[in-house]
T-cell receptor
Framework: GENVEQHPSTLSVQEGDSAVIKCTYS??????FPWYKQELGKRPQLIID?????GEKKDQRIAVTLNKTAKHFSLHITETQPEDSAVYFC???????????FGKGTRLHILP | DTAVSQTPKYLVTQMGNDKSIKCEQNLGHDTMYWYKQDSKKFLKIMFSYNNKELIINETVPNRFSPKSPDKAHLNLHINSLELGDSAVYFC????????????????FGEGSWLTVV
């Protein structure tokens, strides 16, 4: 069936370094790709999204890139800070089913 | 001024009991959802409603019954609770559904931590 694969499941980076999380999707009709951040004990919240008519979108230290041909998209966090520690979820729509599927999440640890 | 609010936040109950979780959104959205997040943090959709109409039912056991009295409310009732039902249940809403990559941001409630003992 349709799914969204997310890697890695856990990622530890030194504070100040960059972190990259990757996702692949299977529905070639997908055209919208959001990323959600969930801090410990809190709700998931949208941090950035991208539509298929662009290849990259940036918001301060966060950027998302999309390769529609390869059906994968990535979240890039630069100059990581302690408050970036959280679980990050990518997602992609399954258009014919009118739903969005989340990846399994990446637990990001920022090391002091 | 909470956008999506759900109650209770914590619920500890015995196997076999029946319990309900209530959800309300004040964003004026047409679509509401229930998601289940297990101990591994996987977020799985259970149900979605659009303007009180059931849109998605993700092969959830019949013991789970959602009810939407109006488009601002989506409650979840669970019968005969089992140990495997222990999880965090998130209510959420979006302006419209997720069809055709509509790009509607999903706003989550704070979650309801259900523990079945």
């Amino acid at each position: 069936g349709e799914n969204v694969e997310q890697h890695p499941s856990t990622l530890s980076v030194q504070e100040g370094d960059s972190a990259v999380i990757k996702c692949t999707y299977s529905d070639s009709a997908s055209n919208y790709f959001p990323w959600y951040k969930q801090e410990l004990g809190k709700r998931p919240q949208l941090i950035i999204d991208i539509r298929s008519n662009v290849g990259e979108k940036k918001d301060q230290r966060i950027a998302v890139t999309l390769n529609k041909t390869a059906k994968h998209f990535s979240l890039h966090i630069t100059e990581t800070q302690p408050e970036d520690s959280a679980v990050y979820f990518c997602a992609a729509p399954i258009n014919r089913d009118d739903k969005i599927i989340f990846g399994k999440g990446t637990r990001l640890h920022i090391l002091p | 001024d909470t956008a999506v609010s759900q109650t209770p936040k914590y619920l500890v109950t015995q196997m076999g009991n029946d319990k309900s979780i209530k959800c309300e959104q004040n964003l004026g959205h047409d679509t509401m959802y229930w998601y289940k997040q297990d101990s591994k943090k996987f977020l799985k959709i259970m149900f979605s409603y659009n303007n009180k109409e059931l849109i998605i039912n993700e092969t959830v056991p019949n013991r789970f019954s959602p009810k939407s009295p109006d488009k601002a409310h989506l409650n979840l009732h669970i019968n005969s609770l089992e140990l495997g039902d222990s999880a965090v249940y998130f209510c959420a809403s979006s302006q419209e559904g997720q069809g055709a990559g509509s790009g509607n941001t999903i706003y989550f409630g704070e979650g309801s931590w259900l523990t079945v003992v």
